[in-house]
């Protein structure tokens, strides 16, 4: 399974048709969000609610299965508070119910790691990063039940 994985894309509906444009072909196309268009302008990514996001547009989160892998999409903006992840309590929350990964967004920082047994993967952002980072997304490849992520940069959609 390959996966177009991004977050935080504040209202830039052509950023994520050049994605689809300069990656075509991919199994999902998944946004996590304060994706702040309709689903209607999203270019067929799947999306979740961000803080910023009309409630009502997307769910708050997802749930993709991938072999064995239960994989739990969020904003995680209710799970720690600003752009200063806390690691620990995405993980824990994403045990407490039965999860082995997370895809989250919200600290506009990218991540990829494992806490506690749980990966936890977050694109950074395709709008505006917080480290001073260049403004990343994700590719994310599942084959028997193992999660591979290669980072990917804004320049990788020149």
């Known amino acids: 399974m390959k996966i177009i994985l991004v977050s935080d894309t504040h209202t830039n509906a052509s950023v994520l048709a ?3 444009e300069k990656f075509p072909g991919y199994d999902h196309y998944i946004h996590c969000g304060d994706i702040l ?4 302008n999203a270019c067929g990514f ?15 989160e997802s749930v993709l299965n991938a072999g064995r892998l239960r994989i739990l999409i969020k904003h995680g903006h209710d799970l720690f508070i600003g752009a200063d992840p806390n690691y620990r309590s995405v993980a824990r929350y994403a045990r407490k119910n ?4 997370v895809f989250f967004g919200h600290s506009h920082i ?11 993967l977050n694109p950074g952002s395709l709008w505006k990063s917080r480290d001073n980072s260049p ?17 990917k940069t804004s320049v990788d959609l020149l």
């Open 37 to 40: 268009v309709s689903p209607d």
């Open 46 to 60: 799947h999306a979740v609610a961000g803080n910023l996001d009309d409630s009502s547009l997307y769910p708050q």
């Open 18 to 20: 050049k994605v689809k």
């Open 110 to 120: 990218y991540y990829d790691g494992e806490v506690d047994g749980i990966r936890l």
């Open 98 to 101: 039965g999860y082995d990964a």
């Open 135 to 151: 403004r990343t997304f994700m590719i994310v490849t599942i084959e028997d039940d193992v999660i591979k992520a290669e980072k």
